[in-house]
């Protein structure tokens, strides 16, 4: 009996996993405001109470689409402290450009105003993290403006980049950003 339902929640799962794909597939192409829970469930192929039996509304689809960074983020800095600083970094550039890619596509309507109120108090209590974490690379004053330094080049540097390339980041932008972070980090004064 327990096999049935180990599969049931595997297959819900990836329902799940399904629509939030398609939704912020749909979100990138009509906008958030331009697209129907109709517009999702008939791009899945199913009915519309077949999606609100995984979610009570599009509004809920769309914080859905926002904690999976965040949570992905929060694992990484979970365990932060031993962790080799080039990882945080890194993870820094990721989450930052899916971030914001998901909330350049559902940031701007009215209806999700508490849900980017969260995403904002929270990541501001995983920057912190991920900033302590680094600055134990580093002994005193000196290793916490470092750390500030290695985080502002990955996060900011990664929103720049964005700004002005078209959304994406190519591997060698990921890379330089990575690099310059690092040499934020261990520059020595």
Same mark, same amino acid.
């Given at each position: 009996?327990? $096999?049935?339902?180990?599969?049931?929640?595997?297959? *819900?799962? $990836?329902?799940?996993?399904? %629509?939030?794909? /398609?939704? !912020?597939?749909?979100?990138? $192409?009509?906008?958030?405001?331009?697209?129907?829970?109709? #517009?999702? *469930?008939?791009?899945?192929?199913?009915? @519309?109470?077949?999606?609100?039996?995984?979610?009570?509304? @599009?509004?809920?689809? *769309? !914080?859905?689409?926002?904690?999976?960074?965040?949570?992905?983020?929060?694992?990484?800095?979970?365990?932060?402290?031993?962790?080799?600083?080039?990882?945080?970094?890194?993870?820094?550039?990721?989450?930052?450009?899916?971030?914001?890619?998901? /909330?350049?596509? %559902?940031?701007? #309507?009215?209806?999700? !105003?508490?849900?980017?109120?969260?995403?904002?108090?929270?990541?501001?209590? %995983?920057?912190?993290? /991920?900033?302590?974490?680094?600055?134990?690379?580093?002994?005193?004053?000196?290793?916490?403006?470092?750390? !500030?330094?290695?985080?502002? /080049?990955? @996060?900011?540097?990664?929103?720049?980049?964005?700004?002005?390339?078209?959304?994406?980041?190519?591997?060698? #932008?990921?890379? $330089?950003?990575?690099?310059?972070?690092?040499?934020?980090?261990?520059?020595?004064?």
């Amino acid at each position: 009996m327990a $096999e049935p339902r180990r599969r049931a929640g595997r297959d *819900a799962a $990836e329902t799940r996993g399904r %629509i939030l794909a /398609v939704a !912020q597939s749909l979100f990138a $192409e009509r906008g958030y405001a331009g697209t129907s829970v109709a #517009d999702i *469930a008939g791009r899945l192929g199913t009915s @519309k109470a077949a999606l609100y039996y995984h979610f009570s509304s @599009k509004s809920e689809i *769309a !914080q859905a689409l926002l904690a999976g960074p965040l949570e992905a983020y929060e694992r990484l800095t979970a365990g932060a402290a031993g962790r080799p600083a080039e990882d945080l970094l890194a993870a820094v550039i990721a989450t930052t450009e899916e971030l914001h890619e998901l /909330v350049g596509v %559902i940031g701007g #309507d009215p209806s999700l !105003q508490s849900a980017r109120g969260a995403l904002v108090s929270r990541s501001r209590e %995983i920057n912190e993290a /991920v900033v302590a974490a680094l600055a134990g690379e580093g002994p005193g004053r000196a290793g916490e403006v470092r750390a !500030q330094a290695a985080y502002a /080049v990955a @996060k900011n540097g990664t929103l720049a980049l964005l700004a002005s390339g078209g959304g994406r980041l190519s591997p060698s #932008d990921r890379a $330089e950003l990575l690099a310059a972070a690092v040499r934020a980090l261990t520059a020595t004064g």
